[in-house]
């Protein structure tokens, strides 16, 4: 543990990690996070100060120059490029002048428009379920139905490599949770086995993600599905990262393996392919009815603006309407590995994420700063977000990269990768 002491050494030297632990006082953690944290602003390896829309190319203010500079984006989340799609934005404007800019109270209250309404059959709809709540974020939508469908006694068991929101709805809930190594189907029979040999008519959900946020890898749905069955537990499914990105017309996960119908529990949220904020659940009608009760993410948080609303509904007419969108993200993620793989570097990808791991002894922030410096935009993952020697880059495609900006990234990857050594 860092003492205090230790404040006038430099703090470059470490890590997240090192700061993630009980603090004697608040002194101690303000006098030792806030340089570090400072100091990782300054390099520009967090929080790095864009000046114009989420695109394909952004402009980021330096720091210390305060010099603005243009980058491509392979660090964005906004897989469709829907955060900035003319349509999108006239649709949200639109909203701004019908409805203001806010409803100033919650969804149970005040906070339930005709668009919020609208929004909530259109999700419904397409998850092919009766009902369908919204949330302010995707973290409210987890922590809202683990806490408000599970009580104590009752079981929740998950991938060990789920989204920190649902960790912290197992903090808040009284329920008890088992995790099971990542994709392992084999130790995910052994824990309902056990489970139901103990509890065999407690409540029991099974959560996984349909992709996963880190490596990109898909969840093997069917064979989680048939073993859920068996043993009497529900199956909620994170769609953070495979909504707008699997499936024929991108509806996600389930639609890739064909089994819309076949999840209890869909979650997922606005903040990726739909390029703004906000979250949902859907489900069978009256689990949506007890959720607008019993979860209280959204019972007692504020709903979302009108205007986001009608832009996420104006975001699925235009995925309708626009599926060579969807083409050419898939397009852009084969060109961006077909390279990469050509020059060296070992990558598994499945979706949208495309992982690249780095060495344990190397830098991460040294090795972020040079790809700014070099103009790409490019968010690395470390511990303990991930495993110490998983440490990684990890590109998010976009629909929206041009072919001119992925040869520019490439022949950044293949500089840097010879100047550290990471070519294998
Ligand atoms: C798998 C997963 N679930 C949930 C969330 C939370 O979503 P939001 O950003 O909408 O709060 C994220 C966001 O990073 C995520 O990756």
């Given at each position: 543990m860092i003492q205090q002491e230790e404040n006038t050494r430099h703090l470059e030297n470490f890590s997240f990690a090192d700061f993630l632990h009980e603090w004697h006082t608040l002194e101690d953690k303000y006098s030792l996070v806030s340089p570090f944290i400072q100091g990782l602003v300054q390099n520009g390896y967090v929080m790095r100060e864009v000046t114009g829309p989420a695109q394909n190319r952004v402009k980021i203010r330096d720091q210390v120059s305060q010099k603005e500079t243009e980058v491509i984006m392979l660090g964005s989340n906004n897989y469709l490029g829907l955060a900035n799609e003319p349509e999108l934005v006239e649709a949200t404007v639109q909203a701004v002048r019908e409805y203001g800019i806010g409803c100033g109270g919650p969804?149970?209250?005040?906070?339930?428009?005709?668009?919020?309404?609208?929004?909530?059959?259109?999700?419904?709809?397409?998850?092919?379920?009766?009902?369908?709540?919204?949330?302010?974020?995707?973290?409210?939508?987890?922590?809202?139905?683990?806490t408000g469908l599970l009580g104590s006694g009752d079981y929740l068991i998950y991938d060990s490599q789920s989204h920190a929101s649902l960790h912290d709805g197992m903090k808040m809930g009284s329920f008890r949770s088992i995790p099971f190594a990542h994709n392992n189907i084999q130790e995910l029979r052994r824990?309902?086995?056990?489970?139901?040999?103990?509890?065999?008519?407690?409540?029991?959900?099974?959560?996984?993600?349909?992709?996963?946020?880190?490596?990109?890898?898909?969840?093997?749905?069917?064979?989680?599905?048939?073993?859920?069955?068996?043993?009497?537990?529900?199956?909620?499914?994170?769609?953070a990262h495979g909504s707008g990105v699997l499936g024929r017309t991108g509806n996600g996960t389930a639609e890739h393996f064909q089994m819309d119908s076949e999840i209890d529990i869909h979650m997922g949220t606005f903040s990726k392919s739909f390029g703004v904020t906000g979250g949902y659940v859907a489900g069978q009608k009256e689990m949506i009815d007890a959720l607008r009760l019993c979860a209280r993410s959204y019972m007692f948080s504020a709903s979302l603006p009108p205007s986001i609303v009608a832009g996420v509904h104006a975001g699925y007419e235009f995925i309708d309407r626009h599926p060579e969108r969807l083409t050419q993200l898939h397009d852009n993620v084969q060109y961006m590995v077909k390279g990469l793989r050509s020059m060296g570097f070992s990558i598994e990808v499945e979706t949208a994420i495309i992982p690249i791991l780095i060495p344990e002894q190397i830098q991460m922030s040294t090795v972020i700063k040079r790809f700014h410096e070099e103009g790409v935009f490019i968010n690395g993952v470390e511990y303990p977000a991930v495993e110490r020697d998983k440490q990684r880059l990890r590109i998010s495609m976009m629909a929206t990269l041009t072919k001119q900006d992925l040869n520019y990234a490439l022949g950044v990857f293949k500089k840097l990768g010879n100047e550290f050594g990471i070519l294998s």
């Open positions: 969804p149970l209250l005040n906070g339930t428009t005709t668009l919020h309404r609208k929004l909530e059959k259109k999700i419904a709809e397409k998850k092919k379920c009766g009902d369908a709540m919204l949330f302010a974020s995707g973290y409210a939508a987890n922590v809202g139905w683990s824990h309902l086995m056990q489970v139901r040999w103990k509890s065999p008519y407690t409540n029991v959900i099974v959560c996984v993600e349909g992709v996963y946020s880190m490596d990109g890898d898909i969840a093997p749905l069917p064979e989680i599905r048939q073993i859920c069955t068996k043993y009497g537990a529900l199956l909620a499914v994170d769609d």
